[in-house]
């Protein structure tokens, strides 16, 4: 079943602009990751936050956790229209090998 | 750079042919999985493999088999190929605890 659920299903923004993408889970994890997927090819990913972090950078890319709300959020500031593709999160509960992902965020950046 | 190579990016087979998708690392991961997406469904587990000649069910795994003999090589297969396994199949790799890394996946069409 999938845990991670991505919220909205599709954004559509000019560049320039912030974009906002959040995940909720509903059980315990022991990290959550982002992925991002271009049209037509495989998941790349982006950044991993741990259970004990709250927030984490990477570039233009910003990562919130909320363990007690059990939700995350992906913010790509000034975005670009090469943004565009769709934002996978994917939960990690530890106690076994895989990864649980949601259905995706389809993120369209018009230039 | 961790690469993980899908063999085919696009195949087309015919109804009750058995089909077979590999996929390759080449950093000596002990995690390998497969998935399959399709529209408005996101990503499925079929099955994942924590060693070599190990392997668990996912969440859809009716209607396939997986072989992994080397660490390497994670092969899927289609028992007799049916018309509703026409979708994206998606092979990933890991070490535990992190990542995954994914091949560019196979756009599969039975007809």
């Known amino acids: 079943s999938q845990q991670g659920e991505e919220d909205p299903q599709a954004l559509s923004i000019q560049e320039g602009e912030n974009a906002t993408m959040n995940c909720s889970y509903k059980?315990?994890?022991?990290?959550l990751q982002w992925y991002r997927q271009n049209s037509g090819r495989g998941l790349v990913h982006l950044i991993l936050?741990?259970?004990?972090?709250r927030e984490k950078h990477s570039g233009r890319l910003r990562v919130t956790l909320d363990t007690s709300k059990k939700s995350s959020s992906l913010l790509i500031t000034a975005s670009r229209a090469a943004d565009t593709a769709s934002y996978f999160c994917?939960?990690?509960?530890?106690?076994?090998?895989?990864?649980?992902f949601g259905k995706g965020t389809l993120l369209t950046v018009n230039p | 750079d961790v690469k993980v190579t899908q063999s085919s990016r696009y195949l087309v087979k015919r109804t009750g042919e058995k089909v077979f998708l590999e996929c390759v690392q080449d950093?000596?991961?002990?995690?390998m999985f497969w998935y399959r997406q399709d529209p408005g469904l996101g990503l499925r587990l079929i099955y994942f493999?924590?060693?070599?000649?190990?392997?668990e069910k996912g969440d859809i795994p009716e209607g396939y088999s997986v072989s992994r003999e080397k660490k390497e090589r994670f092969s899927l297969i289609l028992e007799s190929a049916s018309t509703n396994q026409t979708s994206m199949y998606l092979c990933?790799?890991?070490?535990?605890?992190?990542?995954?890394?994914f091949g560019d996946g196979t756009r599969l069409s039975i007809l």
């Open positions: 994917a939960t990690d509960g530890g106690s076994n090998y895989k990864l649980t």
């Open positions: 493999s924590y060693d070599v000649k190990m392997k």
């Open positions: 990933a790799s890991r070490p535990l605890g992190q990542p995954q890394h």
């Open positions: 950093m000596d991961h002990e995690n």
């Open positions: 059980t315990s994890i022991n990290n």
């Open positions: 936050i741990r259970s004990n972090e």
